[in-house]
Protein backbone atom coordinates (compact mmCIF):
# COMPACT_ATOMS: atom_id res chain seq x y z
CA UNK A 1 0.00 0.00 0.00
CA UNK A 2 1.32 3.32 -1.07
CA UNK A 3 0.55 6.85 -0.14
CA UNK A 4 -1.40 7.23 -3.66
CA UNK A 5 -4.20 4.16 -2.44
CA UNK A 6 -4.16 5.65 0.79
CA UNK A 7 -5.38 8.85 -0.86
CA UNK A 8 -7.88 7.19 -2.77
CA UNK A 9 -8.92 5.18 0.26
CA UNK A 10 -9.75 8.46 2.21
CA UNK A 11 -11.52 10.10 -0.42
CA UNK A 12 -13.98 7.29 -1.13
CA UNK A 13 -14.20 7.54 2.91
CA UNK A 14 -15.40 10.87 2.03
CA UNK A 15 -17.90 9.76 -0.72
CA UNK A 16 -19.22 7.24 2.27
CA UNK A 17 -19.87 9.91 4.47
CA UNK A 18 -21.31 12.26 2.21
CA UNK A 19 -24.02 9.59 1.18
CA UNK A 20 -24.84 8.40 4.70
CA UNK A 21 -25.43 12.33 5.99
CA UNK A 22 -27.55 12.32 2.31
CA UNK A 23 -29.54 9.31 3.59
CA UNK A 24 -30.31 10.13 7.31
CA UNK A 25 -30.69 14.21 7.13
CA UNK A 26 -32.17 15.26 4.04
CA UNK A 27 -35.75 14.80 3.24
CA UNK A 28 -35.34 13.43 0.11
CA UNK A 29 -38.05 10.63 -1.26
CA UNK A 30 -36.24 7.07 -1.08
CA UNK A 31 -36.62 6.68 -4.25
CA UNK A 32 -34.07 9.22 -5.39
CA UNK A 33 -31.75 8.09 -1.97
CA UNK A 34 -31.50 4.75 -3.80
CA UNK A 35 -30.65 6.16 -7.23
CA UNK A 36 -27.95 7.77 -4.91
CA UNK A 37 -26.72 4.39 -3.06
CA UNK A 38 -26.90 3.02 -6.33
CA UNK A 39 -25.48 5.54 -8.32
CA UNK A 40 -22.07 5.75 -5.59
CA UNK A 41 -21.87 2.03 -5.41
CA UNK A 42 -20.97 2.08 -9.36
CA UNK A 43 -19.21 4.52 -9.02
CA UNK A 44 -16.99 3.11 -6.28
CA UNK A 45 -16.68 -0.06 -8.31
CA UNK A 46 -16.16 1.18 -12.07
CA UNK A 47 -13.32 3.27 -10.28
CA UNK A 48 -11.66 0.08 -8.79
CA UNK A 49 -11.81 -1.42 -12.36
CA UNK A 50 -10.52 1.60 -13.91
CA UNK A 51 -7.31 1.76 -11.72
CA UNK A 52 -5.62 -0.72 -13.64
CA UNK A 53 -5.46 1.43 -17.07
CA UNK A 54 -3.53 4.00 -15.07
CA UNK A 55 -0.77 1.98 -14.41
CA UNK A 56 2.04 0.86 -16.49
CA UNK A 57 2.69 4.53 -17.54
CA UNK A 58 5.75 6.78 -17.36
CA UNK A 59 5.51 9.39 -14.28
CA UNK A 60 6.55 12.48 -14.80
CA UNK A 61 7.19 13.16 -11.22
CA UNK A 62 10.84 14.07 -9.91
CA UNK A 63 13.93 11.31 -10.95
CA UNK A 64 15.68 9.44 -8.03
CA UNK A 65 18.91 10.88 -7.09
CA UNK A 66 20.58 7.74 -8.01
CA UNK A 67 19.13 5.06 -9.91
CA UNK A 68 19.97 1.92 -12.03
CA UNK A 69 19.57 2.86 -15.80
CA UNK A 70 17.45 0.09 -17.49
CA UNK A 71 15.84 0.95 -20.77
CA UNK A 72 15.96 4.17 -22.69
CA UNK A 73 13.36 5.95 -25.22
CA UNK A 74 12.98 8.96 -26.61
CA UNK A 75 10.44 10.58 -28.90
CA UNK A 76 12.60 13.21 -30.47
CA UNK A 77 10.81 16.89 -31.04
CA UNK A 78 9.04 16.80 -34.41
CA UNK A 79 8.76 19.96 -36.29
CA UNK A 80 5.54 18.84 -38.58
CA UNK A 81 3.65 18.41 -35.46
CA UNK A 82 5.52 20.42 -33.15
CA UNK A 83 5.74 17.98 -31.08
CA UNK A 84 8.15 18.91 -28.29
CA UNK A 85 9.81 15.44 -27.32
CA UNK A 86 10.04 13.39 -24.38
CA UNK A 87 12.76 11.40 -22.94
CA UNK A 88 11.54 7.82 -21.67
CA UNK A 89 13.45 6.07 -18.79
CA UNK A 90 12.83 2.82 -16.96
CA UNK A 91 15.25 2.28 -14.08
CA UNK A 92 15.20 1.22 -10.29
CA UNK A 93 15.69 3.37 -7.55
CA UNK A 94 19.62 2.67 -6.04
CA UNK A 95 17.45 3.43 -2.36
CA UNK A 96 15.31 0.60 -2.67
CA UNK A 97 16.27 -2.39 -1.17
CA UNK A 98 17.88 -5.11 -3.20
CA UNK A 99 15.59 -7.41 -4.70
CA UNK A 100 12.76 -5.86 -3.99
CA UNK A 101 13.87 -2.99 -6.56
CA UNK A 102 10.65 -2.96 -8.97
CA UNK A 103 11.44 -0.53 -12.33
CA UNK A 104 9.50 2.16 -12.64
CA UNK A 105 9.22 4.45 -15.93
CA UNK A 106 9.85 7.71 -15.80
CA UNK A 107 9.54 10.59 -18.40
CA UNK A 108 11.08 13.75 -18.81
CA UNK A 109 10.98 16.79 -21.45
CA UNK A 110 13.55 16.08 -24.23
CA UNK A 111 17.04 18.30 -24.53
CA UNK A 112 19.68 17.70 -27.26
CA UNK A 113 21.89 17.69 -24.31
CA UNK A 114 20.27 14.66 -22.57
CA UNK A 115 19.80 12.84 -25.51
CA UNK A 116 23.17 12.36 -26.39
CA UNK A 117 24.02 11.75 -23.00
CA UNK A 118 21.17 8.92 -23.45
CA UNK A 119 22.90 7.69 -26.61
CA UNK A 120 26.13 7.19 -24.68
CA UNK A 121 24.64 5.49 -21.76
CA UNK A 122 22.49 3.47 -24.44
CA UNK A 123 25.85 2.50 -25.75
CA UNK A 124 27.65 0.65 -22.56
CA UNK A 125 24.11 -1.01 -21.52
CA UNK A 126 24.23 -2.67 -24.87
CA UNK A 127 27.77 -4.04 -23.92
CA UNK A 128 26.33 -5.18 -20.91
CA UNK A 129 27.76 -2.49 -18.60
CA UNK A 130 25.21 -1.10 -15.88
CA UNK A 131 24.83 2.42 -15.89
CA UNK A 132 24.71 4.55 -12.83
CA UNK A 133 22.58 7.65 -13.56
CA UNK A 134 22.80 10.87 -10.74
CA UNK A 135 20.02 13.01 -11.63
CA UNK A 136 20.07 16.96 -10.42
CA UNK A 137 17.98 20.14 -11.26
CA UNK A 138 20.09 22.91 -12.66
CA UNK A 139 19.01 25.88 -14.21
CA UNK A 140 19.22 26.88 -17.45
CA UNK A 141 21.28 30.00 -17.97
CA UNK A 142 19.26 31.26 -21.15
CA UNK A 143 15.63 30.51 -19.99
CA UNK A 144 16.27 30.66 -15.99
CA UNK A 145 14.05 27.78 -15.73
CA UNK A 146 15.23 24.13 -13.62
CA UNK A 147 15.62 21.27 -15.59
CA UNK A 148 16.84 18.16 -15.09
CA UNK A 149 20.60 16.95 -15.83
CA UNK A 150 21.79 13.77 -15.66
CA UNK A 151 25.20 12.10 -15.29
CA UNK A 152 25.98 8.30 -16.04
CA UNK A 153 28.72 6.28 -14.89
CA UNK A 154 29.87 2.41 -15.04
CA UNK A 155 27.80 0.82 -11.95
CA UNK A 156 30.61 0.19 -9.59
CA UNK A 157 31.67 -3.60 -9.06
CA UNK A 158 30.10 -5.04 -6.18
CA UNK A 159 32.29 -5.39 -2.79
CA UNK A 160 32.74 -9.45 -1.61
CA UNK A 161 33.20 -10.16 1.62
CA UNK A 162 37.09 -11.60 2.31
CA UNK A 163 37.31 -15.16 2.88
CA UNK B 1 -8.74 10.61 -22.51
CA UNK B 2 -9.02 7.36 -21.03
CA UNK B 3 -11.35 5.58 -19.42
CA UNK B 4 -9.71 5.56 -15.74
CA UNK B 5 -9.12 9.50 -15.87
CA UNK B 6 -13.22 9.71 -17.59
CA UNK B 7 -14.67 8.17 -14.16
CA UNK B 8 -11.80 9.99 -12.30
CA UNK B 9 -12.82 13.15 -13.11
CA UNK B 10 -16.86 11.41 -12.97
CA UNK B 11 -15.87 10.61 -9.01
CA UNK B 12 -14.97 14.55 -8.92
CA UNK B 13 -18.11 15.42 -10.44
CA UNK B 14 -20.54 13.10 -8.13
CA UNK B 15 -18.63 14.21 -5.30
CA UNK B 16 -19.70 17.75 -5.86
CA UNK B 17 -23.29 17.25 -6.66
CA UNK B 18 -23.49 15.07 -3.44
CA UNK B 19 -21.93 18.17 -1.52
CA UNK B 20 -24.45 20.77 -3.10
CA UNK B 21 -27.22 18.64 -2.52
CA UNK B 22 -26.40 18.05 0.88
CA UNK B 23 -25.88 21.85 1.32
CA UNK B 24 -29.36 23.07 0.16
CA UNK B 25 -31.90 20.72 1.22
CA UNK B 26 -30.64 19.02 4.25
CA UNK B 27 -31.44 19.83 7.52
CA UNK B 28 -27.76 20.26 9.22
CA UNK B 29 -26.25 23.14 10.85
CA UNK B 30 -24.70 25.55 8.67
CA UNK B 31 -20.86 24.32 11.23
CA UNK B 32 -22.03 20.78 10.06
CA UNK B 33 -22.35 22.44 5.90
CA UNK B 34 -19.10 24.12 6.39
CA UNK B 35 -17.32 21.36 7.71
CA UNK B 36 -18.56 19.12 4.91
CA UNK B 37 -17.09 21.59 2.56
CA UNK B 38 -13.77 21.68 4.16
CA UNK B 39 -13.61 18.06 4.26
CA UNK B 40 -14.61 17.56 0.44
CA UNK B 41 -12.19 20.04 -0.76
CA UNK B 42 -9.24 18.28 1.09
CA UNK B 43 -10.68 15.18 -0.22
CA UNK B 44 -9.96 16.83 -3.32
CA UNK B 45 -6.53 17.61 -3.14
CA UNK B 46 -5.86 14.42 -1.36
CA UNK B 47 -6.92 12.76 -5.07
CA UNK B 48 -4.98 15.27 -6.76
CA UNK B 49 -1.54 14.43 -5.25
CA UNK B 50 -2.57 10.80 -4.74
CA UNK B 51 -1.69 9.78 -8.53
CA UNK B 52 1.52 10.84 -9.35
CA UNK B 53 2.26 7.98 -6.67
CA UNK B 54 0.72 5.08 -8.73
CA UNK B 55 2.30 5.72 -11.95
CA UNK B 56 5.47 4.48 -13.48
CA UNK B 57 5.09 1.41 -12.07
CA UNK B 58 4.04 -2.33 -13.80
CA UNK B 59 1.15 -3.06 -14.81
CA UNK B 60 -0.19 -6.53 -14.40
CA UNK B 61 -3.04 -6.71 -17.30
CA UNK B 62 -1.85 -8.58 -20.59
CA UNK B 63 0.28 -7.44 -22.26
CA UNK B 64 -0.48 -6.17 -25.98
CA UNK B 65 -1.23 -8.85 -28.54
CA UNK B 66 2.06 -7.39 -30.70
CA UNK B 67 4.62 -5.48 -29.02
CA UNK B 68 7.67 -3.98 -29.69
CA UNK B 69 10.68 -4.82 -27.14
CA UNK B 70 12.39 -1.73 -25.52
CA UNK B 71 13.89 -3.27 -22.26
CA UNK B 72 13.56 -6.54 -19.71
CA UNK B 73 14.04 -6.95 -16.67
CA UNK B 74 14.27 -9.78 -14.78
CA UNK B 75 13.84 -11.02 -10.57
CA UNK B 76 14.58 -14.55 -10.51
CA UNK B 77 12.53 -16.21 -7.49
CA UNK B 78 14.62 -16.92 -4.15
CA UNK B 79 14.38 -19.84 -1.96
CA UNK B 80 15.52 -17.45 1.29
CA UNK B 81 13.60 -15.11 0.97
CA UNK B 82 10.25 -16.87 -0.56
CA UNK B 83 10.15 -13.84 -3.58
CA UNK B 84 8.72 -16.18 -6.51
CA UNK B 85 10.28 -13.72 -8.84
CA UNK B 86 8.92 -11.85 -12.11
CA UNK B 87 9.87 -10.66 -15.40
CA UNK B 88 9.15 -7.10 -16.08
CA UNK B 89 8.65 -6.24 -19.93
CA UNK B 90 8.42 -2.38 -21.05
CA UNK B 91 7.05 -2.24 -24.83
CA UNK B 92 5.21 -0.40 -27.06
CA UNK B 93 1.92 -1.41 -28.30
CA UNK B 94 2.01 -2.10 -32.02
CA UNK B 95 -1.69 -1.53 -32.40
CA UNK B 96 -1.56 1.92 -30.99
CA UNK B 97 -0.86 4.89 -32.57
CA UNK B 98 0.83 6.50 -29.27
CA UNK B 99 4.84 5.48 -29.04
CA UNK B 100 4.53 5.90 -25.21
CA UNK B 101 6.04 2.80 -23.71
CA UNK B 102 4.27 0.67 -20.71
CA UNK B 103 5.50 -1.29 -18.25
CA UNK B 104 4.17 -4.79 -17.66
CA UNK B 105 4.83 -7.47 -15.23
CA UNK B 106 4.66 -11.12 -15.54
CA UNK B 107 4.82 -13.90 -12.81
CA UNK B 108 8.12 -15.73 -13.62
CA UNK B 109 8.47 -18.28 -15.81
CA UNK B 110 11.98 -19.96 -16.75
CA UNK B 111 11.19 -20.70 -20.39
CA UNK B 112 9.51 -16.56 -20.66
CA UNK B 113 13.07 -15.75 -18.32
CA UNK B 114 15.26 -17.56 -21.15
CA UNK B 115 12.97 -16.17 -24.22
CA UNK B 116 13.42 -12.74 -22.87
CA UNK B 117 16.88 -13.13 -22.28
CA UNK B 118 17.64 -14.27 -26.16
CA UNK B 119 15.61 -11.04 -26.89
CA UNK B 120 17.45 -8.77 -24.70
CA UNK B 121 20.52 -9.91 -26.10
CA UNK B 122 19.15 -9.81 -29.77
CA UNK B 123 18.26 -5.54 -28.51
CA UNK B 124 21.77 -5.61 -27.34
CA UNK B 125 23.23 -5.85 -30.73
CA UNK B 126 20.70 -3.19 -32.51
CA UNK B 127 18.17 -6.29 -33.73
CA UNK B 128 14.79 -4.88 -32.79
CA UNK B 129 12.07 -7.60 -31.46
CA UNK B 130 8.71 -7.63 -31.52
CA UNK B 131 7.14 -9.66 -29.16
CA UNK B 132 3.33 -11.93 -29.87
CA UNK B 133 1.35 -12.53 -26.55
CA UNK B 134 -1.29 -15.65 -27.32
CA UNK B 135 -2.95 -17.00 -24.70
CA UNK B 136 -4.17 -20.35 -25.12
CA UNK B 137 -4.45 -23.66 -24.64
CA UNK B 138 -1.26 -25.76 -24.80
CA UNK B 139 -0.28 -29.35 -24.31
CA UNK B 140 1.85 -30.48 -20.96
CA UNK B 141 4.53 -32.62 -22.74
CA UNK B 142 5.33 -33.73 -19.00
CA UNK B 143 2.31 -35.56 -18.92
CA UNK B 144 1.93 -37.41 -22.42
CA UNK B 145 2.34 -41.30 -22.28
CA UNK B 146 0.84 -41.06 -18.77
CA UNK B 147 -1.46 -42.94 -16.99
CA UNK B 148 -5.16 -41.14 -17.70
CA UNK B 149 -5.30 -40.11 -13.97
CA UNK B 150 -1.98 -38.89 -13.95
CA UNK B 151 -2.77 -37.02 -17.56
CA UNK B 152 -5.53 -34.90 -16.14
CA UNK B 153 -4.91 -31.12 -16.80
CA UNK B 154 -2.24 -31.68 -19.05
CA UNK B 155 -4.06 -29.47 -21.00
CA UNK B 156 -3.53 -25.70 -19.12
CA UNK B 157 -4.63 -22.13 -20.14
CA UNK B 158 -1.03 -20.57 -20.72
CA UNK B 159 0.17 -17.71 -21.76
CA UNK B 160 2.96 -17.29 -23.71
CA UNK B 161 5.22 -14.45 -24.97
CA UNK B 162 7.49 -15.08 -28.15
CA UNK B 163 10.10 -12.91 -29.85
CA UNK B 164 11.07 -12.31 -32.93
CA UNK B 165 13.42 -10.21 -35.14
CA UNK B 166 11.35 -6.88 -36.07
CA UNK B 167 10.84 -6.51 -40.18
CA UNK B 168 13.30 -3.73 -41.43
CA UNK B 169 11.17 -0.33 -42.23
CA UNK B 170 11.02 -0.09 -45.79
CA UNK B 171 12.83 2.85 -47.72
CA UNK B 172 10.93 5.76 -48.89
CA UNK B 173 9.48 5.77 -51.97
CA UNK B 174 11.03 6.94 -54.63
CA UNK B 175 7.79 9.12 -55.87
CA UNK B 176 8.34 10.98 -52.45
CA UNK B 177 9.32 14.83 -53.54
CA UNK B 178 12.86 16.12 -54.29
CA UNK B 179 14.10 19.04 -52.14
CA UNK B 180 14.48 22.26 -54.09
CA UNK B 181 18.67 22.66 -55.53
CA UNK B 182 20.98 24.83 -53.21
CA UNK B 183 21.22 28.40 -53.96
CA UNK B 184 25.09 27.44 -55.28
CA UNK B 185 23.38 25.47 -57.78
CA UNK B 186 25.15 22.58 -55.86
CA UNK B 187 23.04 19.01 -55.79
CA UNK B 188 20.68 18.63 -53.05
CA UNK B 189 21.65 16.18 -50.51
CA UNK B 190 20.20 12.70 -50.78
CA UNK B 191 17.42 12.17 -48.42
Do not use: C
Request: hydrophobic share 45%; proline share 8%; aromatic share 10%.
Amino acid sequence: MNWGMIGIIFAYLMLALLLFVLLTRTRWSWTIKGLAIVGVGLLMYSTVVSYSPLIGWPTGIKLPKRFNLIGIHVDEPNKNTQAKGTIYLWLTDMEQQIGKNIPRAYKIPYTPALHNKLNEASKKLRKNLPQLGEMELVRNAVTGRLEVDLQFFDMPDPLFPEK
Amino acid sequence: MTLGIAQLIAAYVVLAALLAGLNIFSTLSWLAKALLLIATSAAYLVLYFSFPPLLGWPSGEDLPKRFGLIAVYVQEPDRITGAKGSVFFWVTDKSSSTNVPRAYLLDYDPELHARAREARAKLQKNVPQVGEAVSGDELDLAKMGKPGEERQGAKSHKYTVKFFDAAPEAPPSKTAEMPAPTDDGAAPPPP
